[in-house]
């Protein structure tokens, strides 16, 4: 069963940047045919889309409040999906999950829905 595992959180100033791994498990496991999916989700909201990679890497998409700002990326050799983060702001603040998906989607999503596998999170607090 694929799981996935987050890290690079941690407390950052407003204007910093964060690099948030996402990584396969178990060791190994190949995601080279799975769509990777980046949300967030603040206290007491919902789970929201932040970015999306297509499995080879080719094609991305951002949700408006982060375009320019947050880019993601993936390295299929090491089975890991990457989600680099500047410029952050408060509202930026929530944990940060990472989600997978082969078999039902083709293109990119940003709804949680679509995607079956998911990680524990990863918590980013952006303040003062």
């Known amino acids: 069963q694929l799981r996935l595992a987050e890290s690079g959180g941690g407390l950052v100033q407003p204007g910093g940047s964060l690099r948030l791994s996402c990584t396969a498990l178990p060791s190994g496991f190949s995601l080279d045919y799975y769509l990777i999916g980046w949300f967030r989700q603040a206290p007491g909201q919902g789970r929201e889309g932040v970015s999306c990679?297509?499995?080879?890497?080719?094609?991305?998409y951002y949700a408006d409040s982060v375009k320019g700002r947050f880019t993601i990326s993936r390295d299929n050799a090491k089975n890991t999906a990457y989600l680099q983060m500047n410029s952050l702001k408060p509202e930026d603040a929530g944990v940060y999950y990472c989600?997978?998906?082969?078999?039902?989607?083709?293109?990119?999503?940003?709804?949680?829905?679509?995607?079956?596998?998911w990680g524990q999170g990863t918590q980013v607090t952006v303040s003062s």
């Open positions: 989600g997978a998906e082969e078999e039902t989607l083709r293109y990119c999503s940003l709804d949680p829905g679509r995607f079956g596998s």
């Open positions: 990679i297509s499995d080879s890497g080719d094609s991305t």
